[in-house]
């Protein structure tokens, strides 16, 4: 089973409107974080925003947020008045386990968001 | 602004030949990834250092496949006699003990 789904191969958006990323995970584990991370054309993977599993507020960070519904095991973000330069792909990632032996990261297969001027 | 930084960003190379790519890690990170991603795909994860030690290899990671740390600083991830399945973008991330890890931009190996 895949342990983090997106289901959303691409997405558009209008400039300045808001848009949701899906993302649903699969895990055993009590403890763990889940990522989302933006790669423009260039190949950079850059952090945007972390949930940890026992975090009881959704996380934010200035435009994004997180929806995360721990029962549901979704972790979806929010990106708020959408700007032309957040055209990219965007992946969510989880790190299973607690202690030292959480470090790497499964990642979904991507949305490429569009944003229309 | 000190980054991850990842040397070369493009490499071709015939089937066949080794290849070397460097990456040079936040300094105050003591953990360094090296992960795979072929087209379309999200990462994949292939070995993880903490400090100078090699913790975890991926079953990814063949016996053409070495990666360094010397002295816990910069990494090196040679790969030996390579083929067209190679193809693919080489990233290397580095972070502190649990915190996020920062990416760099990548290293785009194609195998003719």
């Known amino acids: 089973a895949q342990k983090i789904t997106q289901t959303q191969p691409g997405m558009f958006v209008q400039e300045k409107e808001a848009v949701t990323l899906d993302c649903t995970y699969d895990?055993?584990?009590?403890?763990?974080?889940l990522f989302w991370y933006k790669q423009p054309s260039s190949g950079e993977m850059i952090f945007l925003i972390y949930?940890?599993?026992?975090?009881?507020q959704n996380a934010t960070e200035g435009r994004y947020s997180l929806n995360f519904q721990k029962a549901r095991k979704s972790a979806n973000l929010v990106i708020s008045a959408s700007q032309l330069g957040d055209s990219a792909m965007y992946f969510c990632?989880?790190?299973?386990?607690?202690?030292?032996?959480?470090?790497?990261?499964?990642f979904g297969k991507g949305t490429l968001l569009t944003v229309n001027p | 602004d000190t980054g991850v930084s990842q040397d070369p960003r493009h490499k071709i190379t015939k089937r066949g030949q080794n290849v070397t790519f460097r990456c040079d890690p936040i300094?105050?990170?003591?953990?360094l990834y090296w992960y795979r991603q072929t087209l379309g795909q999200g990462p994949e994860f292939l070995t993880y250092?903490?400090?100078?030690?090699?913790?975890?290899k991926s079953r990814l990671l063949s016996d053409r496949f070495s990666a360094e740390r010397p002295k816990g600083s910069f990494s090196t991830l040679e790969i030996q006699r390579t083929e067209q399945g190679d193809s693919a973008m080489y990233l290397c991330?580095?972070?502190?003990?649990?915190?996020?890890?920062?990416f760099g931009q990548g290293t785009r190996l194609t195998v003719v």
């Open positions: 895990t055993s584990d009590q403890s763990y974080g």
């Open positions: 949930q940890g599993s026992y975090d009881e």
């Open positions: 991330a580095s972070s502190l003990l649990r915190r996020e890890a920062f």
């Open positions: 250092f903490q400090n100078e030690a090699q913790l975890e």
């Open positions: 300094s105050e990170h003591n953990r």
């Open positions: 990632a989880m790190r299973e386990g607690g202690g030292g032996s959480n470090y790497k990261l499964t």
